[in-house]
T-cell receptor, first 114, second 112 residues
Framework: AAGVIQSPRHLIKEKRETATLKCYPI?????VYWYQQGPGQDPQFLIS???????DKGSIPDRFSAQQFSDYHSELNMSSLELGDSALYFC?????????????FGPGTRLTVL | AQSVTQPDIHITVSEGASLELRCNYS??????LFWYVQSPGQGLQLLLK??????LVQGIKGFEAEFKRSQSSFNLRKPSVHWSDAAEYFC??????????FGKGTMLLVSP
């Protein structure tokens, strides 16, 4: 079965650079979520989109922005990168916004900021 | 606000022994509860979930969990642990909207 695809899987950037992470949800899933997992930490919710509109916002820094496109894929744009942004970034997708809907997670993008 | 507490950071279990991972949640109403497993460097895989109804839920890989409203708990159990179960386990709660709130995780180590 098709899963959530994230690219790239690994990314190395310098401080103050920008990065773009991409997420391709499971076909027919209309909701995408972004989570950040720091080293040894639990995943923290950043932002979500439903039908191309922002549906919820968590602890996403102002330096980050995201959007969902017409084909439902999503991109997380990160600017002025800081050392503390080094983390595993997960994308998850679901069908619909209801709380009980299962979120399927991608393998993550490991971002390292030097 | 909803929150999840996993009181055990690490647990070591002998292979073949039983396992129980603890999870307590804080939320005003009955939440949606989930257990995810994460192998090193990997994504999160859903083991099981509770929405309503039978308080004992069965999941994949032989795992089960029991929802106890009186104790605000959703503990994960497995009768016989295999070495391949070594991973980090996250309990998560969803209030009925979309955001998942995770616990800090419990790292399971399996000894021979």
């Amino acid at each position: 079965a098709a899963g959530v695809i994230q690219s790239p899987r690994h990314l190395i950037k310098e401080k103050r650079e920008t990065a773009t992470l991409k997420c391709y949800p499971i076909p027919r899933h209309d909701t995408v979520y972004w989570y950040q997992q720091g080293p040894g930490q639990d995943p923290q919710f950043l932002i979500s989109f439903y039908e191309k509109m922002q549906s919820d916002k968590g602890s996403i820094p102002d330096r980050f922005s995201a959007q969902q496109f017409s084909d439902y894929h999503s991109e997380l744009n990160m600017s002025s990168l800081e050392l503390g942004d080094s983390a595993l970034y997960f994308c998850a997708s679901s069908f619909g916004l209801a709380g009980g809907n299962e979120q399927f997670f991608g393998p993550g993008t490991r971002l390292t900021v030097l | 606000a909803q929150s999840v507490t996993q009181p055990d950071i690490h647990i070591t279990v002998s292979e073949g022994a039983s396992l129980e991972l603890r999870c307590n949640y804080s939320y005003g109403a009955t939440p949606y509860l989930f257990w995810y497993v994460q192998s090193p460097g990997q994504g999160l895989q859903l083991l099981l979930k509770y929405f309503s109804g039978d308080t004992l839920v069965q999941g994949i890989k032989g795992f089960e969990a029991e929802f106890k409203r009186s104790q605000s708990s959703f503990n994960l159990r497995k009768p016989s642990v295999h070495w391949s179960d070594a991973a980090e386990y996250f309990c998560a709660v969803n209030s009925g909207y979309s955001t998942l709130t995770f616990g800090k995780g419990t790292m399971l180590l399996v000894s021979p």
